[in-house]
Structures are given as C-alpha cells and as structure tokens.
C-alpha cells in the first residue's frame, strides 16, 4: 500500500457565518475579508475587491471568477507552509471554492490543476462550489482607474523587463493599462518609474491581503504569485473586451527576458527551484488554455521571449526616458526583505551582465556586501547563487544545452519554436558569463 499523504483542506466562503468550524487539517477563508472572523480561520482579497470597484465600469463575471479562484490558491499558498509538507515541499492541497458560474468552470478544473502542479509542484485538488461571491457595483465617485483610452494591459512590476514593456508599447503607439501587486516598497518604486514615462497611462495595483489567525508559520515563498498576477492582467483585459463593440482578444502583456522566463537550472541540486517557472513559455501557454476554455477574450504574450536582457536594454524604442528610469527598476529577488538589491542573486547578477551587454552605465545602488562581486566569492555565506551562475557559464561551452533547458519546463514540439528558445537560453548565459569574465570571475 502507498504511504497516506497529510492533506490540508482549505473552505472558502465570502459570508462569514457559512464558514465551518476549524479542525484539525482544515482553514476556513473568508474571501475577500478584511480579517479572519475568528481564531483559527483566515481571510483574502479585501483591498483587491475594493480596487476591482475602482475600475468604474461592470467587469467580467467569468474574469471575477478567475480572480476569486486566484484568491483561493494564493491563500493555500500562504497560509500552508511548505516545510509542514510529508516531504517538506510539494503539499496535498484541496480548495472548495464558490463562485458565480461553477457549471462553465468545471470542465477546466483538470487543466487548472494541472497548471498549479507544474507551477508549484503541489498536488490540487480543486472543487468549485455555486453561490460564490459576485462583484460590488462600480465605484462612480473618488479614486478611479480610468480605463477609457487604453487597447491593451501589460504587467508592471516595476522591474527593468516591465519598464521597458511599457516604454516599448508607448514608442509603438500603443496604449497599455499596467497591472500592479502593490505589495510594500514595491508599490512606491511602480508609482515612481510610472511617473517617469513619457504619456499618462492607468494602473491597476492590488494587493491580495492574506492575514492568517492559524497562529503557524505561514509560507512566504508564494510559489504561486504569477497565477495571481496574471489573473489580475486577465481580470482587467476582459472588462477592457466588454468596453469593446467588437474585435479581437485583449492583449496582455507579460515583459520578461528569454532566459529569466525560461530559468534553466544553474546547477542540479536546482532543478527543484520551481519559482523559476512563474514565466515559463509552458505555463503561459497552460494558462491561456484556461482562458481560452471558459471563453476570456484574452491573448497572452511575451513579447521578449526571444531576446536577453541587454538585448532589451539596447533595443528599447525610448533610449532617452530608458536613461532615466532603468536605474531606479528592481531586478533583485531578495528586494522584499530589505528593499535594497543585494547584486549577488541570480537575477541581479543577469541584471548587471546586461548593462555590461549593452555597453550602458549600471548606477543601481547595491547592498553593501554585494557591490563587489570578487569580494563575494569569499563569503561562503553569499556565495551561492554566483557560485552557481559561474559553474553553469563555465559549463555552457561543454554541455549539450538542447538537453539542459528543458530541464525546467517542456518545450514547443514544433522544431524553429524550440530552437529559438534554446538559443535565448545559450545568448542569455553566455552574456552572463562575458561579464563575469571582465571581474575575473570566469
């Protein structure tokens, strides 16, 4: 007989006294609370509903779907830690979801499992319930997204690679309407680089607001946070479709680099980095499977899948407000915990290799120990993402890279798709590697 999995049951409901009772592996959520109603019960999605409102026109019910859905799984992911897991990783995680329209949703379920499964590497299952909550109606008065004006959305994290999104639509003519997680520290830096572009668009910013009265350790890797991010973007885009008399899917834009997007795995003991798949090709194509299964309006697109992060420097449409905003962007995944980025991350040292590609001055202030990257190398402690980024660049010449980047996620069957993808992957690593070889590293 197989050995019995600790399973966690998660109950959903957005009226307070419908939730059950706690027990024992089993969360009751009040969705779209402002606080857990009791001990031993948690809440999410207060301030988003309120910002949903804000929008100042009726949105999509089947996208208000999605977003409760999306509630729902970062709330497991939060408030189940990962180390309380039998293998101290992948969770046994069931959510009984209400929302508006169960019966349209449920032949998806299967895909939508699936998609967490390969983002997360958890196990979901997931049963959606009718009476769900339905959206508030629109706020006509105060603080509104204005929404007119606007042909597409695109994600702004306040990131280089979404910076440069948004100068690179605005060069194009383009009008997009950005979509935020406002969490703190974050937010101020996307309000700051919005400011800096050259045409007034919208945002949407929300914050999902898990607060948790379990009095456990909850999970703050949030494997899962794309899936939200991008039910945001999908949330927005389709009430953008309703505004519409007619035409094509709404865009929506997700702006990462080629090999950032397909994060390979620096060394073995990697391979189970699976927050390295929140932009992966795969998933995004997962994920507009969903959409296209329930009939969202929606078109996903990675608009720098093929090219690496100094390409995108040294090919953006606006060089001149590039200039001025691209040093205040955040690269650093260690940015949450002290808003200062630490420049020894991977994604901070692809940060800085692409200012070297692009021949561009990098005045982005580092955190102390990580400015110098030579002196890195001697603190066993800090070294291990550059120790990992300097064995996979010497590697690269020796390994068969068709074989090692779809380590991290499938590939297209279709033979030009997979070779380009391949390609970023090689041009990506060795632009690392050109770089750390002028420090003396390589």
């Given at each position: ?20 009772p ?12 402002t606080?857990?109603?009791a001990?031993?019960?948690c ?7 309120a ?15 999605l ?13 189940v ?11 046994d ?34 049963t959606?319930?009718?009476?769900g ?11 509104i997204?204005?929404m ?32 935020s ?5 974050d ?61 094509p ?57 093929l ?8 090919e953006?449409l606006?060089q ?11 690269s ?15 994604p ?28 890195v ?10 120790m990992a ?31 380009a ?6 041009r ?15």
């Open positions: 007989m197989g050995e019995l999995r600790t399973v966690t049951n998660l109950i959903f409901h957005h009226e307070p006294h419908l939730l059950p706690p027990s024992k592996n089993v969360i009751p959520v009040l969705m779209y609370g606080r857990p109603p001990r031993g019960t809440s999410i999605g207060g301030p988003v509903r910002e949903v409102r804000r929008l100042g026109a009726p949105v999509s019910r089947v996208g208000f779907d977003l409760t859905i999306a509630m729902a799984i970062t709330a497991a992911d939060t408030f830690d990962k180390a309380e897991a039998d293998d101290g990783w992948a969770r995680l069931r959510l009984s979801i209400p929302i508006a329209d169960p019966d349209l949703w449920k032949p998806a379920i299967p895909l939508l499992q699936r998609t967490l499964h390969f983002l997360s590497g958890d196990t979901w299952d997931i959606l319930l009718p009476d909550p339905r959206q508030l109606p629109s706020q006509k008065r105060g603080h997204t204005v007119a004006g606007h042909d597409c959305v695109s994600l702004f994290s306040g990131g280089m690679d979404s910076g440069i999104g948004a100068l690179d639509l605005l060069a194009s003519g383009r009008r997009p309407l950005l979509i997680h406002s969490y703190r520290g937010s101020e830096k996307q309000i700051a680089i919005r400011g800096q572009l050259p045409i007034n668009v919208s945002r949407f910013a929300a914050v999902a607001n898990p607060i948790s009265w379990l009095g456990t350790q909850t999970d703050v890797q949030m494997r899962t946070r794309s899936f939200n991010f991008l039910a945001y973007g999908t949330l927005v885009a389709s009430t953008l479709a309703q505004l519409r008399v007619a035409g899917p709404v865009e929506l834009f997700v702006p990462e680099n080629g090999l950032i997007a397909l994060n390979p795995p620096m060394t073995r003991r990697r391979i189970g980095a699976l927050s390295t798949r929140t932009t992966h090709p795969y998933y995004l194509g997962l994920f507009q499977q969903i959409l296209d299964m329930v009939g969202l309006p929606v078109k996903i697109a990675n608009p720098y899948s090219k690496t992060k100094g390409e995108m420097l040294l953006c606006d001149a407000t590039l200039g001025k905003l691209v040093s205040d962007t955040v650093c995944g260690k940015w949450k915990r002290t808003h200062v980025q630490c420049g020894k991350c991977v901070c040292i692809i940060r800085r290799a692409s200012f070297h590609a692009a021949r561009m001055v990098d005045a982005t202030t580092y955190g102390s120990k990580g400015q110098d990257l030579a002196s190398m001697s603190d066993r402690a800090a070294r291990d993402d550059l980024m300097i064995l996979a660049a010497k590697r690269l010449p020796h390994v068969d890279v068709r074989r090692w980047v779809p380590q991290a996620g499938p590939l297209p069957t279709e033979r030009k798709e997979r070779d993808l391949i390609s970023i992957a090689d990506g690593m060795k632009e690392v590697g050109a770089y750390l070889a002028t420090l003396g590293l390589l």
